[in-house]
């Protein structure tokens, strides 16, 4: 148990959906972000949020819209998406921002079709 | 800009064997390193990090890491491999000075045990 859990854990939506990837940390931690992973590519930092405001936005094209309600939620609102954003998202947490000890979710499986 | 390089995408051992894994870093300050592992369906988790104290870091489910600064590596290693050590393995460099405090990581290394 890692104490990040992710919901769903499989997502499969059209072009025109808009769906959202959830995002909880038990640890109270006060840094979180959103990482994807795709295959044979580097994990990509997409955003960071320390204290629930957000400190980093890696150039993420705005079809993917971050939410940070407090500093235990972190959400992934997705809409327009393309068949090139299929991969696994990542959630983490960290005790502060930037923080190499990061403590990851189990990721959600997303296909764009 | 600081990078990872990890050498072999995949790698293969005999259960029992050495396991070793190779991570090169390039870090224009000094570095604090780590290793991840990825099991199969599941998220990272940490295994060991160098944070400028000792150059020989010990982790978790008996892996460990020496920080050689004059090779730039840091890299992992097992003395025995258990076919519960198959998974992926991710190195990498955080800049923790200066505000450029990104966590970097490599292309992954995929450990496969044979029996």
């Known amino acids: 148990e890692t104490g990040v859990t992710q919901t769903p854990r499989h997502l499969v939506m059209g072009m025109t959906n808009k769906k959202s990837l959830k995002c909880e940390q038990h640890?109270?931690?006060?840094?979180m972000y959103w990482y994807k992973q795709s295959a044979k590519k580097p994990l990509e930092l997409m955003f960071v949020?320390?204290?629930?405001?957000?400190?980093e936005n890696n150039s993420v094209p705005s079809r993917f819209s971050p939410e940070c309600p407090n500093s235990s939620h972190l959400f992934l609102h997705l809409h327009t998406l393309q068949p090139e954003d299929s991969a696994l998202y990542l959630c983490?947490?960290?005790?502060?921002?930037?923080?190499?000890?990061?403590?990851f979710g189990p990721g959600t499986r997303l296909t764009v079709t | 800009a600081q990078s990872v390089t990890q050498l072999g995408s995949h790698v293969s051992v005999s259960e029992g064997a050495l396991v070793l894994l190779r991570c090169n870093y390039s870090?224009?300050?000094?570095?604090?390193l780590f290793w991840y592992v990825q099991y199969p369906n599941q998220g990272l988790q940490l295994l060991l990090k160098?944070?400028?104290?000792?150059?020989l870091v010990k982790g978790i489910n008996g892996f460990e890491a020496e920080f050689k600064k004059s090779e730039t590596s840091f890299h992992l290693t097992k003395p025995s491999a258990h076919m519960s050590d198959a998974a992926e393995y991710f190195c990498?460099?955080?800049?923790?000075?200066?505000?450029?405090?990104?966590?970097?990581f490599g292309t992954g290394t995929r450990l496969t045990i044979i029996p």
């Open positions: 983490a947490s960290s005790l502060e921002a930037r923080e190499g000890e990061q403590y």
């Open positions: 640890l109270g931690h006060n840094a």
């Open positions: 949020y320390n204290f629930k405001e957000q400190t």
């Open positions: 870090s224009s300050v000094p570095p604090y």
């Open positions: 160098y944070t400028s104290a000792a150059t």
């Open positions: 990498a460099v955080s800049d923790r000075d200066f505000g450029n405090e990104k966590l970097t």
